[in-house]
């Protein structure tokens, strides 16, 4: 059963991670315009898809160390909440502002906290068998 727990703990910030780039890559499609050049597509493509490109390397390095997905990924939320909140600024505040928010900052904490239990729930499983010699070392 601990094996299940540990399996789920670590695969499923990993696969929610690329789901969720998916769903980012997937805004960039409306650069798809008529009348537009291939280079104007492309270089569109490239300039909406920035930030999952940052976050594809971020899971590359959060696959292995697990505190800097959780880390990166309260950061992109946040930023992303400064961004909308920038855009009340300037435009005035719309109900469908805190829908932005919940669709693109909450997977990101949610993904940051699954991280963060994986790195805890590692930690805690490294430390268990240093206990464990320490006692047999005393008797």
């Given at each position: 059963?601990?094996?299940?727990?540990?399996?789920?703990?670590?695969?499923?910030?990993?696969?929610?991670?690329i789901?969720?780039?998916?769903?980012?890559?997937?805004?960039?499609?409306?650069?798809?315009?008529?009348?537009?050049?291939?280079?104007?597509?492309?270089?569109?493509?490239?300039?909406?898809?920035?930030?999952?490109?940052?976050?594809?390397?971020?899971?590359?390095?959060?696959?292995?160390?697990?505190?800097?997905?959780?880390?990166?990924?309260?950061?992109?939320?946040?930023?992303?909440?400064?961004?909308?909140?920038?855009?009340?600024?300037?435009?005035?505040?719309?109900?469908?502002?805190?829908?932005w928010?919940?669709?693109?900052?909450?997977?990101?904490?949610?993904?940051?906290?699954?991280?963060?239990?994986?790195?805890?729930?590692?930690?805690?499983?490294?430390?268990?068998p240093?206990?464990k010699?320490?006692?047999?070392?005393?008797?």
């Open positions: 059963m601990e094996q299940k727990v540990n399996r789920f703990v670590y695969w499923t910030p990993r696969i929610l991670t789901l969720f780039l998916l769903f980012l890559a997937m805004f960039s499609l409306d650069v798809f315009e008529p009348g537009l050049t291939a280079w104007q597509i492309a270089v569109g493509l490239f300039m909406h898809n920035i930030p999952v490109f940052v976050l594809i390397a971020v899971l590359v390095i959060a696959w292995r160390r697990e505190w800097v997905g959780g880390v990166a990924f309260i950061f992109a939320g946040l930023l992303y909440i400064a961004s909308v909140i920038m855009k009340v600024f300037n435009n005035g505040f719309e109900w469908y502002y805190l829908s928010i919940l669709t693109i900052a909450g997977p990101a904490f949610l993904i940051a906290i699954l991280f963060w239990v994986n790195w805890f729930k590692k930690a805690r499983t490294k430390k268990k240093k206990e010699r320490k006692k047999s070392q005393k008797k």
